[in-house]
């Protein structure tokens, strides 16, 4: 086995949740079930913590369609958590540096609310209020009214489509050199 192990408890009618790395393979354990994850194939990174500070992290990795989430601290009661930060701390560092050699093209970033997320999900919803609009127009005896709002709706998701790339897209994090505010 490896000197890196993080486990935690993550529910409470849930056996502990172990977590190793094995060369470049992240093994999730939980009573009797193995998970394993090539880090060759990580495509996304996100490390979060709550915005007062504290001493809570988690971990969300996305292999393709397949997620894993780790966590700091283990559940021991209603209300009650183990702090494991320094176990978490050293395994969260080595998965993002060999995550990074294997997986060039994997994004490492810290989680959170982000403009970009908030803007596309503004796009979507005028997009399908659009559609039923032009939907509308068909059926509707105010067709010129309806087609009139749609090519408003259209214009402004254009404009939101041309400001998109200039949004910001939430801190980076270099995978080599985690900030110590993040992993202590």
Do not use: C, N
């Amino acid at each position: 086995m490896s000197d890196l192990l993080h486990s935690a408890r993550l529910a409470p009618f849930q056996p502990e949740t172990a977590w190793t790395l094995e060369g470049g393979t992240l093994v999730e354990r939980r009573g009797g079930r193995e998970r394993r994850f090539d880090l060759a194939h990580l495509r996304r990174f996100r490390l979060a913590m709550p915005r007062g500070g504290g001493r809570r992290r988690a971990l969300m990795l996305s292999f393709g369609r397949q997620r894993v989430a780790i966590a700091s601290q283990s559940w021991r009661g209603p209300g009650l958590y183990d702090d494991r930060l320094e176990s978490f701390s050293l395994l969260a560092r080595a998965i993002a540096a060999v995550g990074a050699d294997l997986s060039p093209h994997a994004r490492f970033e810290t989680a959170g609310f982000k403009l970009r997320d908030a803007v596309t999900l503004v796009t979507g919803l005028l997009a399908v209020g659009m559609g039923a609009l032009l939907l509308l127009a068909i059926s509707s005896s105010m067709r010129g009214m309806a087609i009139d709002l749609a090519a408003r709706m259209g214009f402004l998701l254009l404009l939101i489509f041309a400001a998109l790339p200039w949004l910001p897209r939430g801190e980076a994090l270099d995978p080599h050199d985690l900030p110590a505010r993040w992993l202590p």
